[in-house]
């Protein structure tokens, strides 16, 4: 089940971290949540896609892009890949491509904004490392809440008041 992210505030009180946008949502599924993996790279889809590959369980990608516009991080493979792997969502800091295919793909995608030129394939940044994403800390193994409302962390999922 998807947690609001409103709920979430309610429930974690000052515990909750907003990640305020200019945010936009990309994939079919407008509400996702889940715990938290982190990759760091920019302008690079090498380490992304490797990771969509693994069991996502349910969890959320979250990629520190750098912020770029420049060049798009995911498209609508990758995002095949991980609705097919399991993940819940991805969260990206950076630019999509391929909008009109991703509103069809059964994954929730939340990006900075889109652009049609694709980024490298190289394999630069690291994987499960602690981010700073537009000031709020975001470290592996997080529970995070993404919705037409925002975008929320927490250091553990909240349980029922």
């Known amino acids: 089940m ?3 992210t409103a709920q979430l505030c309610d429930l974690a009180g000052e515990r909750a971290r907003v990640c305020v946008g200019p945010w936009r949502s990309f994939g079919a599924s407008r509400n996702f949540s889940g715990r938290v993996c982190t990759i760091k790279t920019f302008e690079d889809a090498a380490l992304i896609r490797t990771r969509l590959c693994t069991p996502g369980q349910g969890r959320v990608l979250v990629v520190d892009a750098g912020g770029s516009l420049r060049v798009a991080v995911l498209g609508d493979q990758m995002a095949r890949i991980g609705a ?3 993940w819940s969502g991805i969260l990206a800091h ?3 491509r391929d909008v009109d295919e991703l509103a069809h793909i ?3 995608v939340c990006a900075l904004g889109s652009v049609p ?6 394999g ?8 700073s994403i537009r000031g709020v800390q ?3 193994g997080d529970f995070m809440a993404i919705d037409a409302d925002g975008v929320v962390f927490t250091d553990e999922p909240p349980t029922a008041a």
């Open 2 to 4: 998807t947690m609001k």
């Open 84 to 86: 097919q792997s399991g």
């Open 94 to 96: 950076g630019a999509v």
């Open 106 to 108: 059964e994954l929730g």
């Open 117 to 122: 030129a694709r980024g490298s394939k190289s």
């Open 124 to 131: 630069v940044g690291a994987c499960d490392v602690a981010l």
């Open 138 to 140: 975001v470290k592996p």
